[in-house]
């Protein structure tokens, strides 16, 4: 077996920003999801323009279609798709544990790995860390996410425990083939991705601490947050996240995985979380709901949705926000978009998607100014 070795690559840094495979990462930063290689309704060059600079892929999704193998004869994620910006491939644990509780008879999840017994990935019987991590280094990504057994939502204390175990045992699976890849392929600090392990216990502060410190026993690059950030009555958990990120080491990311409204953003940031990740700007511009400052950004981060489908709209032909310098406020009204919504045309989603993308990039650059 490879010794595990933990490398600290952030020597003479601070935790406003790290060095990735050459590309400087400022903190704190928000990605958002382009589960299958794309934020959906919009391009590469969308993306970099709304002020975005990097992204999270879900490994799981990509390995179904369009195959990794496609993937790797690309060239890699980035160029398969057209970006040069950061790449976060997660494991795919959150969504595996969904499809699997939510269809019984799709597969099972053991100690050794996922076994599917159906649907698309049924060749290929189990799904391993040693597997996630390899097929992570095929995608060529930058920041590399543990497979974690995601904690069930309300579930009891043998589960979470049960949860835990699964967890460390899956880190350690990880960090040992993430080294022996490393070796493999003759990378070296400077050239090689990150990894991060994920930190698990639902609502059990003893079963967090635990995770946490076990996981910093394996040593890893920086850690995440895992589990449902939400409490029993479907706001923020606040206490859970701030003891979990009390946990992290302050030399690396702490990665606030599945966190991201504007509001959790700024709480988040001042828990010493330092990257966010969330579906919710670019699906809600999909679904009509925009989001917008109420005051300028510099002066007030206190955000409100604008429902643009709604007939008050329908005259208005101002921008959808007077502190936004997004490609779509520059061009376009509210009353232009109204009128793309009511009839269904898929310009809509990329305008609203490029302008909510841009609300949160601008969101990032106050914070980073605290």
């Given at each position: ?53 990097g992204i999270v892929v879900i490994t799981y999704h990509l390995m179904t279609q369009p195959g990794i193998s496609v993937i790797k004869q690309a060239g890699g994620i980035k160029k398969f798709m057209n970006w040069d910006g ?12 969904s499809m699997i509780h939510r269809c019984k008879g799709l597969g099972k999840i053991t100690d050794e790995g996922v076994r599917f017994t159906r649907g698309s990935m049924k060749d290929k019987k189990v799904f391993t860390p ?10 060529d990504s930058d920041i590399m996410i543990c497979f974690d057994d995601f904690t069930p939502y309300r579930a009891n204390p043998d589960q979470i425990k049960e949860s835990v175990d699964r967890t460390i045992l899956w880190a ?199």
């Open positions: 077996m490879i010794p595990l070795i933990f490398v600290n690559m952030y020597n003479g840094e601070t935790m406003n920003e790290i060095t990735i495979k050459g590309q400087k990462l400022k903190f704190p930063v928000y990605f958002p999801d382009g589960t299958r290689a794309v934020v959906r309704a919009i391009d590469s060059q969308d993306i970099k323009n709304a002020g975005i600079e950061i790449v976060a491939s997660d494991s795919g644990g959150f969504q595996i544990f040693e597997q996630s991590i390899q097929t992570q280094f095929d995608l350690r699976r990880c960090k040992e083939e993430f080294e022996k890849q490393i070796q493999r392929q003759k990378l070296t600090d400077a050239t090689r991705p990150i990894l991060l392990g994920v930190i698990q216990g639902a609502d059990s502060l003893k079963e967090r601490e635990r995770c946490a410190k076990e996981l910093q026993k394996i040593g890893f690059d920086g850690y995440g947050f895992g589990g449902w950030p939400l409490d029993e009555n479907g706001d923020f958990d606040y206490k859970i996240a701030k003891f979990t990120a009390e946990l992290m080491p302050d030399n690396g990311p702490k990665f606030a995985l599945g966190v991201g409204t504007p509001e959790s953003i700024v709480e988040g940031q001042k828990m010493d979380y330092t990257i966010f990740d969330c579906v919710l700007p670019t699906r809600d511009g999909r679904h009509k709901r925009l989001y917008n400052f109420k005051k300028d950004p510099s002066q007030s981060l206190e955000t409100e949705y604008l429902y643009i489908h709604r007939e008050r709209y329908m005259r208005d032909f101002n921008p959808i926000s007077d502190y936004c310098d997004c490609y779509t406020c520059k061009n376009y009204t509210r009353a232009y978009l109204n009128h793309l919504f009511k009839i269904e045309d898929t310009l809509a989603y990329r305008l609203a998607t490029i302008h909510n993308l841009r609300t949160y990039s601008r969101l990032i650059d106050e914070l980073r100014k605290q």
